[in-house]
Nanobody, 124 residues
């Protein structure tokens, strides 16, 4: 079955950096759009970043543009999220998601596969 396993979360001070990884198995990785979402306590899940199947196209939420970078290594079935200049409002559980297709979509309901999430906490 499809498995997405996130890692790399943790506690960091404001202004610091973290790099999240998501290892995928059970699917043809290069056939899938990959994305990162996050969910803060008491809030809805929100789109953070998405990347096309080849990695040539990326799309970011305005709140993270210029600070976060999404990338993928298809030979390793892995997608990454480099997070720099972290802010307390970035605190959330971060989820990796996958969908078959050619278009990066920011709606969580469009993604068929999800990881279990990794906690990111940014202290002020």
């Amino acid at each position: 079955q499809v498995q997405l396993v996130e890692s790399g979360g943790g506690l960091v001070q404001a202004g610091g950096s973290l790099r999240l990884s998501c290892a995928a198995s059970g699917l043809t990785f290069s056939d899938n759009i990959m994305a990162w979402f996050r969910q803060a306590a008491g809030k809805e899940r929100e789109f953070v970043a998405g990347i096309s199947r080849s990695g040539a196209s990326v799309y970011y939420a305005d709140s993270v543009k210029g600070r976060f970078t999404i990338s993928r290594e298809n030979v390793k079935n892995t997608v990454f999220l480099q997070m720099n200049n972290l802010k307390p409002e970035d605190t959330a559980v971060y989820y990796c998601a996958a969908r078959e297709g050619t278009i990066i979509i920011a709606r969580a309901s469009e993604y068929a596969y999800w990881g279990q999430g990794t906690q990111v906490t940014v202290s002020s």
